[in-house]
Structures are given as structure tokens and as C-alpha cells.
């Protein structure tokens, strides 16, 4: 009896397989689950785009990195993680080179040149690497928060005291040595008063 319905069930398999979803009495039956990244962000896209944006004139660096300016390259990332490491390729590489990045200021760029001049390759390149996560996204994320990191640290200015400033600093840091010298002679002479006398002392 069981065997009558097995055609019956293949080509309503081979229907839904074919369309998707299955309109039984103005129902639709779809295969489609409750937190797909369809539902939970409809309008979402994981593709990389740069979106507009107007600098501010009156910050040197706002955070902005123009993704069309920096070259990106995944590959396969090292660790622990089983037979997924192998497949996906969830390491970033994120590399431009430094003395064209138009996008950064010119005295920022400058302090970069001589802060991380060592990192750069023959051609020129700065790179910045991440593979913390099992994510493309994720480490793209972290390479961009280092990049930002780099250029907000360089971005930076020293202030300069004034020499009145400075040699008040100096006396101060020079009372606290005489000071701390002065302690530790109390104290070798304290201990020295502790020890029992000896023969060369009768």
C-alpha cells in the first residue's frame, strides 16, 4: 500500500526542489530558516563598498579609510581550526603604500614613514595583517582598527614644556634621589646598630 505513494512523493520532492517552495491551498511552504541573514538584515550585502563621506577640514584624520585605495587579499590563515582552515581563507592582508596614500595627511604620513619605516617592504607597502577570528569580515575589521590605530598614534603631537618647566622637573627629580640615598643610608646605619659587636670592635 506503502508503495503506491513513493512516485507520488518523488515528483513532489522533485517540484519543490525545482521552484523553491510549494503553494499548496494559497499556502506558501518555504525552506528558508527563521534567522537567515535575509530576515534578521534584509537589505544587508557583504560586498565591500566604500560609502560617500566629506572629510571634516578642521581634523587631520576622522577614521575615513577609502577601501578603492588599499589592496586586500585573503588567505589561508594558520592555527588551530580543523579541516576549516583549509577551505576557507579567512586571513587579511590589507597593504598600500605609504609615501602615495593621498588620503593621509602629509605631516601624519611623515611621522608614519619614520615610526614604521622598517615594516615596509622593498616596494614600498605597509602591510597590516590579522587572522584572530575564523571570519573574513572580522579580521578585515581588526586589520582596518589597526590601520586607524597607526595613523591616530602618529597623529599625535608632542608637547614641548618650556625650560623654566623643565628645570623644575629636574630639581624635583633630583631632591628625590638626594632623598632616596639619604633613606638608604638611615637605614644601612640602622642596621649596622642592630649587629652584635665583634672582636675588632672590643
Known amino acids: 500500500m506503502a508503495s503506491r505513494f513513493i512516485p507520488l512523493r518523488l515528483s513532489l520532492l522533485r517540484l519543490v526542489s525545482q521552484n523553491g517552495s510549494l503553494s499548496t491551498l494559497q499556502r506558501t511552504i518555504s525552506y528558508k530558516s527563521a534567522i537567515s541573514l535575509n530576515t534578521i538584515y534584509p ?3 557583504l560586498k565591500l563598498t566604500t560609502p560617500a563621506f566629506t572629510p571634516n577640514s578642521d581634523e587631520k584624520f576622522s577614521g575615513f579609510i ?3 585605495k588599499v589592496d586586500i587579499s585573503y588567505s ?6 580543523g579541516q576549516n ?16 596614500a593621498d588620503w593621509i595627511p602629509t605631516d601624519i604620513r611623515e611621522k608614519m614613514l619614520q615610526t614604521h619605516g622598517k615594516k615596509l617592504t622593498k616596494e ?12 573574513q569580515q572580522l579580521n578585515l ?3 582596518l582598527r589597526k590601520l586607524r590605530s597607526m595613523i591616530r598614534n ?3 603631537t608632542e608637547n614641548k614644556a618650556d625650560p623654566e618647566t623643565e628645570e623644575r622637573i629636574r630639581q624635583r627629580h633630583l631632591k628625590a634621589s638626594r632623598l632616596r640615598v639619604s633613606i638608604k643610608r638611615e637605614e644601612a646605619y640602622k642596621r649596622a646598630m642592630r649587629r652584635p659587636p665583634t672582636v675588632v670592635d672590643l
Open 154 to 156: 602618529s597623529a599625535i
Open 43 to 45: 537589505n544587508s550585502s
Open 76 to 81: 589561508a590563515s594558520s592555527g588551530p581550526g
Open 141 to 143: 575589521a581588526d586589520c
Open 124 to 135: 614600498g607597502y605597509l602591510i597590516v595583517r590579522s587572522d584572530i577570528t575564523r571570519s
Open 85 to 100: 582552515v583549509n577551505k576557507v581563507h579567512t586571513k587579511v592582508d590589507l597593504r598600500f603604500k605609504l609615501d602615495e
Open 66 to 68: 577609502p577601501l578603492n
